[in-house]
């Protein structure tokens, strides 16, 4: 069982910036990636960005540029760094983890199927 804890989320003016936490506990030894998902009110959960034990990362194509996935080891945590934050980016931010073995590359985790543990989500909101 793996428990994970989205932080970060909030208010922000469109042009900020926010930094996204998502910390995991329990047993994690057998995570082979982590993903961030995201879902806007009325609209289906869409893929953000990934990352696997080896650091290969994946985005969505409409992510590119503007979103960063990382992790931390040590505190077993991963980030998702946002800029110039847009209307559209509005959602309910959830991190995932799918337990192994799997591809080694993150294009086997685009899809929100593929993940075993899903987070409660932190809001963001993005202000005109």
């Known amino acids: 069982q793996v428990q994970l804890v989205e932080s970060g989320g909030g208010l922000v003016q469109a042009g900020g910036s926010l930094r996204l936490s998502c910390a995991a506990s329990?047993?994690?030894?057998?995570?082979?990636?982590m993903g961030w998902f995201r879902q806007a009110p009325g609209k289906e959960r869409e893929f953000v960005a990934a990352i696997t034990w080896n650091d290969n990362t994946c985005y969505a194509d409409s992510m590119k540029g503007r979103f960063t996935i990382s992790r931390d080891n040590a505190k077993n945590t991963v980030y998702l760094e946002i800029i110039s934050l847009k209307s559209e980016d509005t959602a309910v931010y959830y991190c995932?983890?799918?337990?192994?073995?799997?591809?080694?590359?993150?294009?086997?985790?685009?899809?929100?199927?593929?993940?075993?543990?899903w987070g409660q989500g932190t809001q963001v909101t993005v202000s005109s």
């Open positions: 995932a983890s799918a337990l192994g073995p799997g591809y080694r590359y993150c294009g086997s985790f685009l899809v929100a199927g593929r993940y075993d543990y």
């Open positions: 329990g047993r994690t030894f057998s995570t082979y990636a």
